[in-house]
Nanobody, 114 residues
């Protein structure tokens, strides 16, 4: 059974940085494209970034140039580096992959506030 566990969220001031981690188990990690989504207060869940098995990354326009997705196959972990954070980045961030079905992590809260 594939499981995803996120960590690294927290409270940060505007302009600050965080690194989110998503540890995967139950699958050969290198075979999966991995994504980060987020859901802000009262908003729908939206795609933030995706990284392919070959390491190619795509980003939502709202985070392009500020966020970086990466993966470490040896650690079975995907990361999301959040820089130049804005209040509107406040959300629960979820790790996602497809392995025969949708697989979601439990989410990690990121709050950007002074």
């Amino acid at each position: 059974q594939v499981q995803l566990v996120e960590s690294g969220g927290g409270l940060v001031q505007p302009g600050g940085s965080l690194r989110l981690s998503c540890a995967a188990s139950g699958t050969s990690f290198s075979l999966n494209a991995m994504s980060w989504y987020r859901q802000g207060p009262g908003a729908q869940r939206e795609l933030v970034a995706t990284i392919s098995t070959g390491g190619f990354a795509n980003y939502a326009d709202s985070v392009k140039g500020r966020f970086t997705i990466s993966r470490d196959g040896g650690k079975n972990t995907v990361y999301l580096d959040l820089n130049s954070l804005k209040r509107e980045d406040t959300a629960v961030y979820y790790c996602y992959t497809f392995w025969g079905k949708d697989v979601w992590g439990q989410g990690t809260q990121v709050t950007v506030s002074s």
